[in-house]
């Protein structure tokens, strides 16, 4: 898993965001943004973006709230 | 908005068998004065909730249209399908009239188009949009589908020049950029070989990959420009010729130097939309107090996200980094797989 090659600065916290993926299926944007991890937004900007492109991956457009108001998330979740 | 990840997920770590395990074991010890404060937040939240819920009555009410809110950041597909469950569940009585009050930064621009069309279903016989702050990219092409367009007198719009963001796998660096960009790119390399200077030309050139992908996305800008006209030449601009229409989506697709430049009602005279309204009077304060509601509750959804961070944060003091950037990095490579 994780055949995205990022620059290396990233790359701990790329492999970080794969294990709790690994161990819980999925994560969204919001979480990942909210981890104590990142020091600045591009950090978890880059490692969004490298997880939009790992092909083991897939990102889904999670509804999280109903009518009237409908809200989003973005969801990666791992590939069956 | 759905919860955190649980303070024990967090601190996941691989022992030697490969198996997984948690750095953490009292992941309840958690200050009362978080607690405190994210219960307040859900409560404030709640109420935020319900003032939207009564100003969108309130809307209906004086409009004797039916409403639907539309605020997203990323038009996506599977957003299309989310918005045609709630229309066909909670406007059925829609009797052909209906008001859009939409705020997004954009998105997927084919979700976009199908979205408008679905629009236009319900609101056969008039569709209305008010844009209370903005609606970019994917979005204008949304609000450029209706009978009619209210703009708050801050609301802004913006171009539709397809946005790319992806890796570049050589450099090893994300990379944003339209087909202007590419177009600008070419000339660059192509007044450097006019002027002489062909090995810095040849470099540059070389340095441009997939040119496949580069001709899809020029070609993209093209689509944007299809469906602009299509929207724009049967309804809110339908009294122009094919040409006019053309002419301005020429002008969303090609002729804005950024992506992010500001379309406002003024602009849209300029580029010959003027038949749009700039709200006022009671339509304007109950659109802006959904806006401001809706932003209000976001910034606390922000506030109660990082205080979970911050108690994650905590947390992840105890495991012994005193949580300072540098030292929460070494202590990250330890969680890395080798």
């Known amino acids: 898993m994780g055949d995205t090659v990022i620059q290396d600065d990233y790359q701990d916290k790329y492999v970080y965001i794969m294990d709790i993926l690994a161990k819980r299926g999925e994560i969204s944007e919001e979480e990942i943004r909210s981890l104590p991890i990142f020091t600045n937004k591009l ?16 990102i889904i457009t999670k509804k999280i709230s109903e009518w009237p108001m409908l809200e989003w998330q973005k969801v990666f979740r791992i590939s069956p | 908005m759905s919860g955190l990840i649980p303070v024990e997920d967090l601190f996941i770590n691989r022992n030697e068998s490969g198996t997984w395990q948690n750095d953490i074991s009292d992941s309840k010890n958690e200050a009362p004065d978080t607690r405190e404060r994210t219960v307040i937040l859900d409560e404030e939240i709640k109420a935020l909730e319900r003032q939207i819920e009564k100003d969108i009555e309130r809307f209906r009410d004086l409009r004797k249209n039916r409403c639907l809110p539309f605020f997203i950041d990323t038009i996506e597909f599977e957003v299309v399908d989310d918005i045609f469950d709630a229309l066909r569940e909670k406007y059925k009585d829609c009797d052909g009239k209906l008001d ?6 954009g998105g997927d621009i084919h979700a976009a188009y199908n979205l408008a069309m679905l629009f236009r279903k319900y609101g056969y016989k008039e569709l209305n949009f008010f844009v209370p702050r903005w609606a970019k990219s994917a979005a204008t092409l949304i609000v450029c589908s209706g009978d009619n367009l209210y703009m708050s007198p801050i609301a802004e719009l913006g171009p539709l020049d397809p946005q790319i963001s992806q890796f570049n796998p050589l450099e090893r660096r994300l ?34 990959q997939f040119p496949l992908t580069l001709g899809y996305i020029i ?18 601009l339908k009294n122009l010729t094919p040409n006019e229409i053309k002419s301005i989506a020429d002008k969303f697709t090609e002729s804005y130097p950024d992506h992010s430049y500001c379309i406002t009602t003024s602009e849209l005279n ?11 009077g009671p339509e304007l304060d109950i659109i802006w107090n959904i806006y401001k509601s809706h932003a209000k509750k976001q910034d606390l959804q922000d506030e109660k996200n990082s205080l979970e961070s911050n108690k994650n944060l905590d947390g992840f003091r105890k495991t012994g980094s005193s949580g300072n950037g540098n030292k929460r990095r070494k202590h990250i490579r330890k969680w890395g797989i080798p």
């Open chain 2, 175 to 208: 990379e944003d950029f339209s087909p202007l960009h590419l177009g600008a790119t070419l000339e660059l390399i192509r007044n450097e070989f006019k002027a002489g200077n062909k090995d810095l030309a040849n470099g540059l050139l070389q340095r441009l």
């Open chain 2, 100 to 105: 859009v009050i939409i705020d997004s930064s």
């Open chain 2, 219 to 236: 070609k993209s800008k093209e689509v944007s420009q299809n469906y602009m006209c299509k929207l724009l030449g049967s309804r809110l």
């Open chain 1, 43 to 58: 950090e978890s900007r880059t490692i969004i973006e490298a997880l939009k492109h790992d092909s083991n991956l897939k």
């Open chain 2, 270 to 280: 300029e580029i010959g939309i003027n038949v749009v309204k700039e709200l006022e």
